[in-house]
């Protein structure tokens, strides 16, 4: 492997994180699924640092690290969804969020970019913070009023990236059809 397929690497490693963080939340195991889940976290900022610093940017790396970040936000939402440290409507507006994403991106004839728009960054930064938050608070205990805030942010940044990208969809199918 040389070096410019480190951020690929990356996000491969933040993929196979999400089977020992979901082991041991459901474990009961907090603590060091709140660090694991930090370090994949901060993976992320990582790849896209070396991959942007370095032009290591492929069309591989562009799939698979959003993948990843999905992969593991979803899972770490169903299972502290499971758990009962989140409202099962949070789990269920962040899976379907994300469900509306990859069916626009896969859909054939109106492409969506993989390039993230602000409010999705936004959103991603919000949905990272409110996995931590929460096992932070099942770990060591936590201001509920900051992780209810938490929670509200990051719905509104979900529901919001989420009816972006279907309305950029909207605008691009609209587009299509009256120019053909």
């Known amino acids: 492997m040389t ?3 480190l951020p690929n690497a990356i996000s491969i490693a ?3 994180l999400v089977v020992p963080v979901t082991l041991w ?3 009961g195991q907090y603590e060091p699924a709140l660090w694991l889940f930090v370090v994949a976290g901060c993976s992320d900022a990582l790849d896209g640092f070396f991959a942007r610093r370095f032009g290591w940017q492929t069309r591989v790396g562009a799939l ?3 993948a990843a970040d999905k992969v ?6 169903f299972t502290i969804g499971w758990l009962g440290l989140v409202p099962w ?18 859909h054939r004839r109106v492409p969506v970019s993989a390039e993230p ?4 960054k936004l959103n991603t930064f919000a949905q990272t913070g409110c996995v931590v938050l929460v096992v932070y608070d099942a770990a060591f205990g936590a201001n509920r009023v900051l992780i209810d805030s938490w929670i509200a942010v990051t719905l509104l940044t979900t529901v919001f990236s989420g009816l972006l990208y279907l309305g950029l969809w909207v605008r691009r199918e609209t587009q299509l059809r009256s120019a053909a």
């Open 3 to 5: 070096l410019q397929h």
């Open 14 to 16: 933040r993929l196979l």
């Open 25 to 27: 939340l459901l474990d």
């Open 64 to 66: 698979l690290d959003p």
């Open 72 to 77: 593991l936000l979803v899972a770490a939402f």
């Open 89 to 106: 409507w949070l789990v269920w507006t962040v899976f379907a969020r994300d469900v509306i994403i990859v069916a626009l991106y896969w």
């Open 117 to 120: 728009t602000t409010i999705s």
